[in-house]
């Protein structure tokens, strides 16, 4: 069976604290396919996404979300909404997530 990973070390900068989506959250996935691909000898299956365009990002979000997105992440607000966390690295985050 053949497999890859989208995997950028920007992932782990999207820092929500106690938010399911969180980098603890993505470090137990990356140690258990660790094991399985090794980084080091299988290095071509850990593939770094490209970003996401803003039109491929438009397609779903319109471009006043995405600005909205944008502007608070460089603000560092901690949130867009109450359930919606957010750090200073989690716009670039998410273009790479969308690219994947």
């Not at 995997?7 to 959250?25: A, K, L, V």
């Not at 460089?74 to 966390?85: F, H, V, Y």
Request: proline share 10%; glycine share 4%; hydrophobic share 35%.
């Amino acid at each position: 069976m053949d497999f890859a990973y989208y995997y950028s070390p920007i992932f782990m900068d999207h820092e929500t604290g106690e938010h399911p989506e969180n980098p603890q959250r993505l470090a137990v996935i990356n140690n258990e396919i660790e094991k399985f691909i090794p980084r080091d000898k299988r290095p071509e299956m850990w593939i770094p996404p490209p970003d996401a365009t803003l039109d491929q990002i438009a397609e779903i979000h319109t471009r006043g979300h995405i600005e909205l997105v944008k502007t608070a992440c460089e603000k560092n607000n901690s949130a867009l909404e109450m359930d919606t966390p957010i750090s200073p690295l989690s716009y670039a985050a998410a273009l790479k997530a969308a690219g994947a």
